[in-house]
């Protein structure tokens, strides 16, 4: 019928217009323009990070389209409007090779021109690294760095890991299947630490992957020298030592006295502590004491020296004057032994000494007489009498002393008093 066939006709029109719509829509669209930005970052030994911005010229792509020079297998892309992805991560790529890749937007309208970026994966790093620190007796000491060359590598650089860094950077040419190379580090001190150590190998682009490292310990220092302990008084007694001659340098020193108390001293490079005062102690005691340096490397043997503090002196009781035969004069002395003491020395003070030093053996209570050596200018004058203690080790300490005042008036006295008047 006639309203069957307009109503076709319709229909036919209709999908005409609409197909003639959406063509026309198609041709109009706009092309994109090349990605902006783009930048291709080694990450590894095989993978490269590529990073990309939408185009500055054309249309909105709708996806882009990434191509790796190592195959002809595409990589699509397609962004979220709503966390837009500008970044793409090539894995499973040979070490040590260049590689360029291609980014290019597209949509409806067809595909952008291509922005081509090239870079080159890491080179792998040494298998094998070994350090051994030379301390020479002249020079200031060195690390000797040897290891493993890598397959089409003949730059690396060899850098040190840690919070404190005495190395700096340096870049090795190396031709041989074995690399080595002795670094300076030009302070003695560093002989006593340790060093992580670090090798990484240069890719044909000129750039340096992630290194290798491993840890040198320090040389172990040799045993302090120059140990001394000196008597300084009846409780305490004065430590004083040198550096090692050989091994590494020390980080500090542990000083360990025999009734089981240990001190740990640490040099100042800058004014060096080699002495310790050790006090509290008991008097007239013998007593050892070991000194040891250390590192980061180990402990060193130990010096150990030996000495006594001294002896408290007496307290003396008695000084006088007495006459005997033949008319001489002298003087006695008298004192309280000390606990422990068993041999004191008796001795004149003074500008002008008339007495000889004596030494007396006892232990309780304790006496001598002594003679001046000129008894006719002795009577005249005072003295002062002291006694010291002597320790196990037979060295004086402290002393007590006790003055006498002149004796009687010798005759030569009396005459001169006599003419006087």
């Known amino acids: 019928s006639a309203s069957a066939a307009e109503s076709a006709l319709n229909m036919t029109y209709a999908n005409f217009i609409w197909t003639t719509l959406a063509f026309l829509q198609g041709c109009n669209s706009l092309a994109p323009g090349?990605?902006?930005?783009?930048?291709?970052n080694s990450t590894g030994?095989?993978?490269?990070?590529?990073?990309?911005?939408?185009?500055?010229?054309g249309g909105s792509p709708v996806n882009y389209t990434l191509t790796i020079n190592d195959s002809s297998s595409s990589h699509v892309v397609i962004p979220d409007n709503g966390s837009?992805?500008?970044d793409y991560a090539f894995t499973g790529l040979t070490s040590n090779t260049p590689y360029s890749v291609s980014v290019m937007a597209s949509n409806d309208g067809g595909n952008g021109n291509q922005t081509v970026v090239n870079n080159c994966t890491w080179a792998y790093p040494p298998g094998s690294i070994?350090?051994?620190i030379l301390q020479g007796s002249d020079i200031d000491p060195s690390l000797n760095v040897t290891w493993t060359a890598v397959a089409r590598v003949s730059l690396y650089l060899v850098f040190e890991l840690g919070s404190v860094l005495q190395i700096t950077p340096q870049r090795f040419l190396c031709l041989s299947s074995v690399c080595t190379e002795i670094i300076n580090l030009h302070n003695s001190s560093s002989s006593g630490r340790s060093f992580t150590i670090c090798v990484a190998s240069y890719n044909i682009a000129g750039q340096s992957g992630a290194g290798k490292c491993t840890t040198k310990s320090a040389l172990v220092p040799g045993p302090p020298s120059g140990v001394l302990l000196n008597s300084t008084g009846e409780t305490s007694l004065a430590l004083t030592w040198a550096p090692p001659t050989i091994g590494g340098s020390p980080v500090n020193y542990t000083l360990t006295i025999n009734d089981s108390s240990s001190h740990v001293v640490?040099?100042?490079?800058g004014s060096p502590v080699y002495n310790y005062a050790f006090t509290g102690l008991t008097s007239n005691t013998p007593y050892s004491v070991s000194v040891m340096a250390s590192n980061d490397g180990g402990n060193s043997n130990q010096t150990v020296v030996i000495n006594c503090t001294w002896a408290y002196p007496p307290n003396i009781d008695i000084v006088n004057t007495q006459k005997g035969p033949g008319a001489i004069w002298s003087l006695y002395i008298s004192w309280t032994a000390v606990i422990g003491v068993s041999q004191y020395l008796v001795f004149e003070q003074g500008f002008v000494l008339q007495i000889r030093p004596k030494t007396v053996r006892c232990t309780s209570e304790c006496s001598c007489t002594m003679h001046p050596s000129d008894d006719t200018m002795s009577s005249g004058r005072a003295f002062k009498i002291c006694v010291a203690s002597y320790n196990p080790y037979e060295q004086l300490g402290n002393w007590t002393c006790r003055t006498k005042s002149s004796m009687q008036h010798s005759r030569r006295a009396q005459i001169i008093k006599w003419l006087v008047r």
Do not use: F, H, K, M
């Open 34 to 40: 090349p990605p902006s930005g783009v930048l291709l």
């Open 45 to 57: 030994e095989t993978s490269l990070a590529l990073t990309w911005a939408p185009p500055t010229t």
């Open 84 to 86: 837009p992805v500008y």
């Open 130 to 132: 070994t350090v051994d």
């Open 266 to 269: 640490i040099p100042d490079n």
